[in-house]
């Protein structure tokens, strides 16, 4: 099952589009037209979409089941592929009167009601729920359509705690679950393991219903972009074993633009290729500014997106809530890209020799921010946040023009020179002995703050003597670089802000330096070496990254890689193969 794939489904690159509220909105009006819809998004570009004329299907089924036919007919004709569109994850509040135990409940007992602000949110451990989803995708897999686009289940960021929920996690563990989000309660891993196992056996589940029925219809849901996995127990690790293909919301930004890394569809992609090698991968980008229909993007910032999303490996689908010419002009573009590289998209596999370790482990348990979603509904903060170590590796590197990759398993290093684990704090046994293996095969290892110092559920590691996991143990004190402070030249300060070697980007006085006596100089008139001798380990060398450099990246301005001193690591770094100049964005 986990690397079945519907005989289309990678044969070319896909083009998606969704454009469901306006279809919605022309159903509704009795005014939607399958043929003008289907040639229209032709037209555009597109050879796939996501197609649904209603957002409250299990009202109206009869209906819309008519036009799906009519609809799949003339999408048809015209080469259009359908992943017909199922919303799993919000009903609205008139439900819960025929189904009082359909729905996902909070730590006191009460009924999730807010979800998009005023609405439910169904638990997959709710037996009714769950057969009568099954008997929906039954219903839809029988009239053939390209595919099956499950938006949903999750987990409320706050649930669930429904009967069936409290039943079925007492029984495992035999103890009561704990309260959500609570990362400190040593039961928490347990709530986290107990949802995944959850979502991944009704997506099991459904995934065999629907190839009960038509093994030709592709399934595929709204995974987990980069992040903690406990707000809703998606992991794509796991769920990817019942998909055809997968996707995230990579391309989706909320509120304040400021919180979300510019290069997010990339690192979507790039993560999704290391959880699911092999599978095809799609970056969900929002033609819009969330959570505003009417807040387009500009040109230039969709064809970013769709740009990173594709150098990295991954295929795009464009959610298109209100339409403009201008983005008509921008969607063109984007697929003459696609189609002008053809088939050289297709089943490709990242190369680079650099590779940027991501641990779900740390991320879940260690602590990571939870960034807004339709979700979540809000910005969850935590006092450690470990992607903000993860972006400050990708943004450092991205800027140098170096390719690398993501990798979650020291199994996936073949091929790797360079590995930076940015403070991977929980590791199991297994991982921390393949990175020490990939060191002491003559990989290059560059690792920052508490990486290793925590077992996968968050036991404090006991370190064996002459091969530590965390370099502070043997490291020696090291310079760190500021931001700009050029009113306190001179001045001795503590350094606490992050490690890097400096150098002035343009040759005058641009950052500052703090050197071994606390004292402030201007980068352009020294150049200090910032880090400890790499260690010889066998035949490897490893780097040694203390405190928090990598959180602290996108805070300094740093040119170039540092490069060790000589002493200590018998070889210099491998030079790594660079894409040119930094990718700047105008």
């Excluded at 009903?91 to 602000?117: C, E, M, N, R, T």
């Excluded at 029988?142 to 409320?156: K, R, T, Y």
């Excluded at 009113?487 to 641009?510: F, I, K, N, Y």
Aim: include cysteine; charged fraction near 25%.
């Amino acid at each position: 099952m986990e690397n079945s794939l519907v005989s289309w489904v990678g044969r070319w690159p896909l083009k998606i589009i969704d454009t469901i509220l306006i279809d919605s909105e022309n159903f509704r009006k009795g005014m939607f037209d399958p043929a003008k819809s289907a040639a229209w998004k032709v037209e555009l570009g597109f050879n796939s979409e996501h197609f649904s004329p209603a957002v409250k299907a299990y009202e109206r089924l009869g209906e819309l089941k008519g036009v799906l036919e009519d609809y799949l007919r003339e999408a048809r004709k015209r080469g259009l592929r359908v992943f017909v569109y199922l919303n799993g994850h919000w009903a609205d509040v008139s439900q819960l009167k025929a189904h009082p135990d359909w729905f996902q409940v909070d730590y006191s007992g009460k009924v999730i009601d807010d979800v998009y602000g005023r609405g439910l949110m169904p638990c997959v451990n709710s037996p009714g729920w769950r057969e009568s989803s099954y008997s929906l995708m039954e219903e839809v897999a029988e009239l053939g359509p390209g595919g099956i686009f499950l938006d949903g289940p999750v987990f409320h960021v706050r649930g669930c705690y429904c009967r069936w929920c409290r039943s079925a996690f007492e029984e495992r563990y035999g103890i009561e679950p704990p309260r959500k989000g609570d990362l400190a309660d040593p039961r928490h891993p347990q709530l986290v393991g107990f949802q995944k196992e959850s979502l991944a056996s009704y997506m099991r589940g459904a995934y065999e219903v629907v190839k009960s029925v038509n093994p030709e219809v592709a399934v595929y849901m709204n995974g987990q972009p980069p992040g903690p996995a406990w707000a809703t127990g998606r992991d794509n690790e796991i769920l990817s074993r019942y998909q055809d293909l997968v996707g995230a919301e990579g391309g989706f930004e909320y509120y304040n633009l400021f919180e979300t890394p510019v290069f997010k569809p990339g690192l979507t992609a790039k993560l999704l290729e290391a959880q699911a090698p092999g599978k095809p991968r799609v970056v969900f980008i929002a033609a819009n500014h969330r959570p505003w229909c009417r807040e387009l993007l500009t040109p230039a910032e969709l064809l970013n997106r769709c740009a990173q999303t594709l150098a990295n490996g991954a295929f795009y689908w464009i959610g298109i809530t209100w339409w403009s010419g201008k983005l008509a002009e921008a969607v063109r573009r984007a697929n003459s890209w696609v189609d002008a590289a053809g088939d050289l998209l297709v089943g490709t596999r990242d190369a680079s020799s650099v590779a940027i370790y991501w641990s779900q482990s740390t991320c879940d348990y260690y602590g990571g921010e939870v960034p807004v979603s339709d979700f979540t509904g809000e910005t969850k903060r935590v006092a450690r946040d470990y992607l903000k170590s993860v972006y400050g590796a990708y943004e450092m590197l991205l800027r140098l023009g170096v390719p690398f990759k993501l990798a979650t398993s020291p199994r996936q290093l073949d091929g790797v020179e360079v590995l930076i684990v940015p403070n991977a704090a929980y590791l199991s046994d297994e991982e921390a002995e393949g990175l020490r293996d990939f060191v002491e095969k003559g990989g290059v290892l560059v690792a920052s703050f508490e990486t290793g110092l925590y077992g996968p559920r968050g036991a404090a590691r006991q370190l064996r003597s002459g091969r530590p996991l965390r370099g502070r143990l043997r490291a020696k004190p090291l310079l760190r670089i500021l931001r700009e402070l050029h009113d306190r030249v001179g001045r001795v300060v503590p350094g606490d802000r992050a490690l890097a070697r400096g150098q002035a980007l343009d040759g005058r006085t641009s950052g500052l330096l703090l050197g071994e006596h606390g004292r402030l100089v201007p980068a352009g008139q020294a150049e200090l070496d910032a880090l400890p001798a790499a260690q010889r380990v066998r035949q490897g060398s490893r780097l040694l990254l203390l405190r928090q450099l990598l959180r602290n990246v996108p805070r300094v301005q740093v040119q170039q890689l540092p490069e060790p001193p000589a002493q200590g690591s018998g070889r210099a770094l491998p030079e790594p193969r660079r894409a040119g100049g930094p990718l700047e964005l105008r």
